[in-house]
Structure formats: structure tokens, C-alpha cells
């Protein structure tokens, strides 16, 4: 897969890829969208980014070890749940308060870190398997 | 009980987890002199089980305890009677005397603070054992005691004679536990009860009910084990592996005292029966004398009292099953006099090993000048062993024969057995706390002298109680002796032998048991040559029954897998998809559920397209000479299965579709050029008929069970719950996503816990190396558990 026009624009279309991933995270709530189809969109990204690449200048740009960022992912669900304990109510139950971001309001919940959790649980756990394919197909 | 002890007694059933943890710790500061320290935590549970003996002695209970699952009516509770009042002073008393007593036969070990920590361990495990009300926590205490007992016994885990013991331990005890919990869940079936306390008034119930000997059996089969009744008495003479203090502790006054408390504590429950009155003293009478007679082939000291002890446990479960008072009372004596006896004589065994450094008692004697105070404590705690006057274990055995009596066959057959096992007990007795020390001084691998006080101290004490208690029996038999055998025959009773002996039929069976004692302890050495070469003719026992029994199941367990597990991925496939096939059509064929043929709906020209490009795809995808062209064909499909969700209204499932149609094309591409396959299809066209055969049944009967379900009324309880509550509740216009992460956000943590470990697996199966053969490393475990074995 080693195309020069596939090389070029790839690094562009996987930050793009990333970037949306992000946004249909954000956006879940209220709109299709969430944590686990935004997790399948970034780790594509990375997959092709991967593919087009090789695999170690991906390892560089993710930094941590995608199976890192996996359990990352399960520790911020987890503990997102556990706020609620400290409000005597059952794990999980979700949480919501109001803050201002330049003037405009913004809801933040106990319910979007989780979300985020299993964004990142998504995004390690398909990333490092791809990759690991990926390294076996050029070893 | 008022609520501010009820955390103190909570507080001491910890207590000894909160030592173990500060034993580490602990011994690097003060060495082996931390045994002083430790000792206080034993020391400081005594006494506060010593404050409910005047209450216990009135004949009241003490509970308490904290619920914990209240729906599942468990709680964390404790019940005090008399049984588990002198247990749990038995524990902690001799507990105290045991820390002590590591502290010297230990010193400089290595993992002397690992040892202190195991030992807690194991004392907080017995103390919760015989405390706990409810069946649970007697359950969870009960495999805690096995568990630690493996730690223990194994101790010295660099030599394969402990790891085997400490396997068998573990494997005899756990089979006996799990036995103890289905005879435990069969109990509270029955009687609807869920603690001890409640059980007691249930016993009519129990006894009348169908199942009695089911829950019988298998309750027996957990205290038969732990209290290594024959035939599974083998493995507690293995356990003299562990260090003597453990051998002392757990195999002779503690641990294997569980089954006969557990017999105790049912006796006024299940007891009384038939089946209670014959099995009991059967399989007890049978340990007694088996025990003895293979005491007497040994020469290790420890070995020489570990068949002793199978003996008294023999003797105390058939007196607990014969089913009189004064045999139950007989019982509770002889337990805690053992308990005493017993204790010191290991540890006088252990002071020996210690100061001469061998155990044999042929290669040692004449040491009683150089060690005096360990020979006073053996022969005081070997005359209560004997059952002479005035010790306690002379009132053991008078009650014992005054409970069995001599008025039928029966009794004068458990009788005389109990004449013939208490003789030969007395004869070895007398062995170990004698002839090491008298006689001609022999040459032995250490020059003897006394050993530090922490060696000695114990054995002392625990000798010195056995001769006041006999002495103050009005006290012992009023704070201990009677509420004990009370709560063991469940009404009150009330124990009176004193010291003074009366002329009459028990003390002619003590005298005739004394006097054959002592002929057995003349002719000791012929005794040991004639068991010696009948055990050498006989060739076979349950020990090595135990080896051919797991060797059996380990072979049975190989060949199973081969079968099942044969390493083909294909026939893993077929097998699979096979049951799969199977589980869509038998319900529904065999229910006569199958859906009614809907007539064809008329769809707009956009849907049929749709569905035209996936009949594409799929005839794409058989049609392919290559795999690669087959995997890009079935993700046409997918992609037309992803444009249908859109069409009908499904973003987000259409959204995710899209991304796992493209993640999966990607990664079995991925998956395809790393096991180089061929890249065309090598299948026998018989192969590929099966094949297609089973997947089209798959799709069929999918397609057949979804087109059943829309046939039947759907229920919108739910979908309407989400839609009107998803805003309200969960301030989210997004249903799919708000069901996700916050309605059943604890079925969304469990999923990405999986993908997760999923990930990992994966992750270890990508990364196996060519060179090593995943069979080769499949096997490795396999051989290395026999060899432990063998």
C-alpha cells in the first residue's frame, strides 16, 4: 500500500478522521453519535494512518501504549460511576452541573466521562490489535 | 448484647488479620522476639472471650453480628454457646502459647515474618470458623482455615515433600468443603434457615425430611475430611512437612478439630437418628484403631503422635455419635484435655528436633538431665495423654467408659474399642514423652541442652493447665465442661467427675487399659516390626490411592482435551456455527413456532436498489477466486445492510455498522496476509457443500427466528419508558446513546471490561512467536503438575 498519493494525504486524513471522532463523542448525547462509534472512528484513523505509514510512526504519535490508553479509558468509566457514591446514591447514577465556557453554558456530566472511557477502551483495544497485525505484515 | 461490644467482638475477629498484616513488619524490627508482640494479639482475644464466661455459664447465648445482604439474608453474625465459647478459648489460648513458641523453634528463619503472618492468618480463620452464625460465614471461615492450612504446611516450599503435602492437604480438605456447602445449601433448602442459631429449632424438620441423608452425607463428607476420619486420615501425618508449631497449632489442638465441631455443633440437630447413631461411631471407631495400630509402625516423634491424633479424632466423633449424654460429655472432656495434651507433646517433639536435631525415636534418649523442663512438661501432658490421676485426661477417660457403658453388644463393642485404641495411645504416649529422655545417652547430631524459654514456656503451660483443671474440675466443669456439652446435647447438662476415683466398672476398664498399656510400651519394638511388616504385605493405601487418583484425573483431563480441543480452527468453526444452527431451529421447530409466510411488501425503488447491491455483494463473495476479493465482497453487504438501518430510521446503528464493516475488512485483510494463506480456496468440494450447507442454515434460521418475532405483539413497555424518561431523567435527546452510558451503564462497563480483555487476548495470540509451538506450550503444565506428584 505504499502509493505516494496514499502516503501523502494520509496523516491529513487520519487528523481529520481523529478530529471528527471527537466531535460525534461530544455530540452523542444528543445527536448519533457517542463514545463507542467515535472510538471505531479514531482507531480506523489510526489503522490507515498505520497502513499507509507503517506502524512506528504511529506508536510516536499515540505516545502511550494503546493497551495504556485502553485501561485509561476502563479506570474513567469506572470512577465516573463512583462519583454518585459520594452522593449516596447508586454507583453510576449520573451526575449533572452547569459551567461556563467563554460566556456560553455548557452541561458536563459524570455520564460524558464515561462516555469518554469507553471511547479511549475502544480506540486502545482495536488500535493495538490492528497495529499488531500491521507490524506482523511488514516484519 | 449491648451495641458498644458487639464492635469490640467484631474488632477481636479481626484481630488477627490486622497481626498478620503488622507481622511483617514487625519481625524485620525485633527479629524473633517479635513473637512477644504477637503474642498479644492472641493474648488480648482470650481475654476478651474470658468476659462472656460467666454468661455462657448461666446458660445464655451471645449473638451479634451485621447484615450484610439483606435480600439474600446474609448477614456477618456470630453465635456464642458453650461449644464455640471453649473453642474460641482454645484457639486463642493456645494460639498465644504457639506465637511464642515460633518465636524460639524459628528463630533466624529467613520468612519467620511471612510464618507469624500465615499463622494469624490461620488463627483469625479458625476463631471465624467457630464463632460464625450464619452458614456462609461458617463456609467462607472453613475453606479460610484449608487455604491457609496449605500455606502453612507448605512453608517450606523448596522441598518437594511439603509442596505434595500441602497439595494433598489442600485437595482432601477442599473436596471436603465443597461437600460442606451442598450438604449446608441442602440444610437451608429443607428448613428454610440461614444461620446456625436458627437452624437449632429446626431439628424436627430436618430429621423428617427426605433429603436428611442427602444433607447428611454430604455434611459428614466435609467434617469426615477435615477431621481426616478413615479412610481419608492421610493426609494429616503428611502435614508434619510444616514446621512443629504448625503441626503443634493446626493437626493436633485446632484445625482438624473443625469436623468434629461441626458434628458437635449438629449434633442436637441432626443428631439422635439412626444413621447419625451408626455412621458416626462406625467411621470413628474404625479411625481410632486403624490410627493407633499405624502409630505404633513410626519412629518419627511427630509421625508417632500426628496417628494419635487421628485416633482421638476416631474417638471423639464415635463418642459425639453414640448418642448418651454422659458419651457427649465424655466427648467434650477428652476434646479439650487433648487439646492440651496433645499441643504439648508436639511441641515437646519439636524442642527435641530443635535441641538434638533429629526426631527419631531410635536415635535419641538419655537427654531428660540435659533438658529438665522440657522433660516435666512431657511427662505431665503424657500422664494426662495416658489418662492417670489427677490430670484431666483422667476424667476424659472415666466419663468415656461410664458413656459407653456396657448394656448392649453394641456398647460393649465400642467399649472395648475404645479400651484397645486408649491403650495403645497410652503406650505411645509414653514413648514419646519417655524414651527420648531416659536410657543411656546415644550420640546424636546436636549436643542437647534446654532450649531458650520461648521453647519451653508452652509446652509448660499447657501441660501445667491439663493437672489444674483436673484439680479445680468444680471450676472448669461449670465454666467449660457443662455449657459445652450442654450446646452439644442441646439441653442442659451438667458434668461432675472430680479426680477422686469411685470404685466401679470405669475405673476397672481404666485399670485394664492402664495395665495393657503398659505391656504394649514393653513390647513396643516387637509391636513396630509386626505392623511394620503387615503394612509392607498389605502394599496399598489411600495415600497412594491419592497419587493414582490424580494422576487418573490429570490422564482422564489430557485425553479429554485432545478430543475437544484438537488444535483445528476449521472443525472449532464447524462445530460452532453447527450448535448455533441447531439452537435457531430445534426451539422453534420443536415449539411449532415457526413464523406464518408474510406476502411480499411492495418497496420503493430506492430500498430495492439498496437490496440488490448486498445480493451483489453476497454473490460476490461466492462467486471470488481470491480471499481477499471475498473479505472487500462481504463488506459490500455490510455497507448495504448499513444503508438499510439509514433508510429505516437508525442513524447511529447505521453509523456503527459503516465503521465495523470497514474495521473488519481491514483487519481480516490484516489477519489474512499474516497467516499467509493461500489466497485462493483450497477446499474438497465436499468440504465446501458442508459448509455452505451450514451457513445458509445459520442465515436461514436467523432470518426465520426475526421474522417470528415481529409475527408476535410487541411490548413498548420499555421503548416508551426510554422515550419519555431519556429527556427528563437523563438530559438527552440521543435515546440509543443515554440507554448506553447512563440507563444501563453497568451493562456498558461490563462490555468495555471485555473489549478490553478481548483486546489483550488478541493482543498475546498476534504476538506468539512461530518457533514456539502453541501445543508444546500447552503441555508444559501438564508435566509439571505430575511431576510434583510423583
Redesign the interface.
Known sequence: MHTLIFRTIAPYLASLMVLFSIF?LLR??????????GG??A??AF?IYG?ACGVAPVRRALYFHP?AI??F??LV??LS?GVSLFMDMP??T?Q?TEIDVLGLPV?I?T?LF??I??YF??V???T???L???E??HA | MAADGQWLTFLVLILPFLGAAAAPFLTRVFGHNAAWVLALFPAFIFYHFTSFLGAVAEGETVAGGYAWIESLDVDFSWYLDGLSLTFALLISGIGTLIVLYSGGYLKGHPHLGRFFSFILMFMGSMQGLVVADSFLMLFVFWELTSITSFLLIGFDHSREASRRAALQALVVTGLGGLSLLAGLLVIANITGAASLSALLSEGEVLRAAPLYMAALLLVLGGAFTKSAQFPFHFWLPNAMEAPTPVSAYLHSATMVKAGVYLVMRLNPVMGETPAWETILPVFGGTTLIIGTLLALRQTDLKLMLAYTTVASLGLLVMLTGFGSEVAVEAAVLYLVAHSMFKGALFMVAGAIDHETGTRDITKVGGIGSAMPVTFIAAVLAALSMGGLGPFFGFLAKEEIYAGLGFASGWSILLTLTAVLGNALMFAIGFAVALKPFTGARVKMPKAPHEGPVLLWLGPLVLAVDGLLAALFSDLSHRFVSSPMASAVAGEPLSVSISVVPHIGLPLLLSALTIALGIACYLTLERGRAAMAATLTAIGWGPDRGFDQAVRGTVRLSAFVTGIVQGGRLDVYMTATFIALAAALFVPMVAFGELPTMPALPSLPFYELAVLAIGFIGLAAVLHARDRLTAIVSLGIQGFAVALIFMLLGA??LS??QF??E??SV??LA??M??LRLSPADHRPTGQKMLDISIAALCGAGLGLILLRVTQVPFDDTLSVFFAENARVI?????I???I???FR??D??GE??V??I???A??AL??IRPGVAPLKAEKQPARAVEKVEA
Do not use: K, Q
Not at chain 1, 452523542?28 to 462509534?37: A, K, M, R, S, Y
Open positions: 460525534v452523542g448525547h444528543n445527536e448519533p453519535g457517542g463514545g463507542f462509534i471505531l472512528i482507531a480506523s489503522a497502513i493497551m485502553s485501561g479509558g476502563l468509566s469506572a460511576g454507583f453510576l449520573g449533572w452541561d456530566s455520564v464515561f462516555d472511557g469507553v477502551v475502544v486502545g483495544s482495536i493495538s490489535i490492528a499488531a497485525l500491521e506482523r505484515e | 442513524p447511529d453509523f456503527t465503521m465495523v470497514t474495521l481491514v483487519i490484516l489477519v496476509t499474516r437523563a438530559h438527552g435527546r440521543n440509543v446513546n443515554v448506553i452510558v447512563d451503564g453497568l456498558t462497563l468495555i471490561a473489549v478490553m478481548a483486546g489483550l488478541i493482543l498476534v504476538r
